[in-house]
Each structure stands twice: as structure tokens, then as C-alpha cells.
């Protein structure tokens, strides 16, 4: 699977992006799906995931209410639609294909086997 990260940019506090990460090579509709992020000085971190079928979600903390997490299997295509952005928002975001096609989604980085090469995402004050 290669996956391919767009839709970052320079936005002010309290605008909105929607990231995009498209998906080709082998299967994708099986896997799940995630966002991760890497901010300035700090470690990479789970945002978002979605389940192969799109079904099932799961955000961090801190972006739960403010970040959707979506898919469309027939353009393999996940989305990561994200509202009331905060400078702390800032990162390189990363769109990842899990390894196991249980079900599940997974918030560790270590489930996770195809990244995309990421996109910047800078939020003003």
C-alpha cells in the first residue's frame, strides 16, 4: 500500500482543514486506517482511526468534538476533516494503514506498517 498525505497548510486559530490521504498498491479496504501527528520537539502521537468498514472511530482526547475521521472505500480515500484548529494543532500529519485486518484500530504507532510521507499542518495564534 502507498499511501499519499495533502491538505495541509497555514490556517489562523479557529479555521478548519481537511486533510486527505489516498491509498493505492494492494488492498486498502480491509485495513484500518489512522492519523498520527509530530509536533515540534515532540514525539509522534495518535489523533484519529477509522475501521476498515468506517464504522468504527477513535480520536485522542485532545481532538475529540473538533477533528472527523472519514473514509470512502471506492476512491481510497481517508479524511481527516479538522475544526476549531488551535496553535497546539501544530505538526506534520501522517495518514497510516494498520497491519492487522482484525477489526480493530489500534492508537500505537507500532500496529501501523505503511505511512504516508506527511503533511504540515501550521496553526496561528
Known amino acids: 500500500v502507498q499511501l499519499q498525505a495533502f491538505g495541509g497548510g497555514l490556517v489562523q486559530a479557529g479555521g478548519s482543514l481537511r486533510l486527505s490521504c489516498a491509498a493505492s498498491g494492494r488492498t486498502f479496504t480491509n485495513k484500518a486506517m489512522g492519523w498520527f501527528r509530530q509536533g515540534p520537539g515532540k514525539e509522534r502521537e495518535f489523533v484519529a482511526g477509522?475501521?476498515?468498514?468506517?464504522?468504527?472511530?477513535a480520536y485522542t482526547d485532545s481532538v475529540k468534538g473538533r477533528f472527523t475521521i472519514s473514509r470512502d472505500n471506492d476512491k481510497n480515500t481517508v479524511y481527516l476533516q479538522m475544526d476549531s484548529l488551535k496553535p497546539e494543532d501544530t505538526a506534520v500529519y501522517y495518514c497510516?494503514?494498520?497491519?492487522?485486518?482484525?477489526?480493530?484500530?489500534?492508537?500505537?504507532?507500532?500496529?501501523?506498517?505503511?505511512w504516508g510521507q506527511g503533511t504540515l499542518v501550521t496553526v496561528s495564534s
Open positions: 477509522i475501521s476498515w468498514s468506517g464504522v468504527g472511530t
Open positions: 497510516a494503514a494498520q497491519r492487522v485486518t482484525d477489526g480493530s484500530i489500534s492508537s500505537s504507532s507500532r500496529n501501523y506498517n505503511y
